[in-house]
């Protein structure tokens, strides 16, 4: 039954598919961390959406949500009118901010995508500075639009995009397995002092930027986590020189690094926060946050239809409440070091594992060549074969991950935020059974 749906989607869908290429399989059924295909396998689903289903599939609270919603007959669609849902989500939401940002803040609505909600973050900044620069990051992912693409990393995707959003520029991400300026706080320090040579020196072609955009930690860049003292730095930077900083949560917000925000982890605050995936609770919904100070732009300024899913604003409160009522971020925490330990080991038995690394549940697995010493960004060299290979193994033994990052060589776990210490034993043996497995 598989092959038949795989088939018809091999026929009828773009090109563009990536993803479910490498992942081949029909879902009929999903409950918690497992889904099942259409020939009754099941796998344990480490990607859960892309990092979106901070619950699983199908929790009973999310459930509930929507069945209140249809019970109530509200409207399901409103665009930006309110209703009591609406203003039930935006109390929760404002309720699990630091509080100091909470009362400064003022919400925005897109729609529903994260690289939407970006978009009208960059609109945001550049009305209220009247700049047009924009810097980011290497490595960093920050959606698939036109503009949003501009700001990325990702060199695939742009290759045959001409004319990207001219004035961006890539400052250099603290991605310590390969960074050049040295890990370690030395490394880091070197690192922000050259960001900040780069804001204060003409010659860098870095004029008036209208923000810095950062991922606090990178998702499709690898799972790369900023140090705690560079994030201090980036912060302290960024004030000094009045630039907005946008704080890109798209991936990590919601509990997933062991905070319900990830820019918690360094007592730091964003100018702009944006919100997507985990926030709408497994539908989609989109926000974007920002200091008051920023609201200089017109009514009308960022608009589009599908802002006002009542659904997703119920499912998105129920998850809130859930995360923080059953204090998912320490059980995140916990389970993430214990991961982190129990893979670290690993790697002392396996020579293809250069790197692990992330916070909570927002794991990378870096694969490397060990066999060939190279100089490419001083380590040993990337091997995407071997990652791919070890992803396929995982799916043969009924484990779903993706593989990414810069040089898509990193294995990458994103679970259900409620995914047990049993169940992550069951992924770790799995696991270790594949890398074994495709190693020889
Ligand atoms: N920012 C980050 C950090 C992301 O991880 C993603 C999606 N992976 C986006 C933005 C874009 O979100 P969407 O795919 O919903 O447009």
Redesign the pocket.
Known sequence: KNQTLLALQERRESNARSYPRRLPLAIERAEGVYVTDMDGKSYIDCLAG??TLALGHNHPVVREAIEDVLHSYLPLHTLDLTTPVKEAFVDELFDSLPQAFAKKAKIQFCGP????A?EAALKLVKTATGNRAILSFQGG?????HG?LSISGTIGPKKKIHALVPDTHFLPYPYEYRCPFGIGKEGHQISSTYIENLLDDPESGIVSPAAIIV?VVQ??GGSIPAPVEWLKELRRITKERKIPLII?E???GIGRTGKMFAFEHAGIEPDVL?L??AVGGSLPL?VMLYDRSLDHWEPGAHIGTFRGNQMAMATGRATLRYVKENKLPNHVEKIGSYLKKQLHSLQREMSSIGDIRGRGLMLGIEIINPTKHSNQLGSFPAYPELASLIQQECFKRGVILEVGGRFSTVIRLLPPLIITKEQIDDVLQRFNEAIKSAET
């Open positions: 892309a990092g995508t994260g690289g939407d970006i992912y920050h959606g698939s639009t949003t991922e998702g499709e890109d798209v991936q990590t944006v997507s995936k989109s």
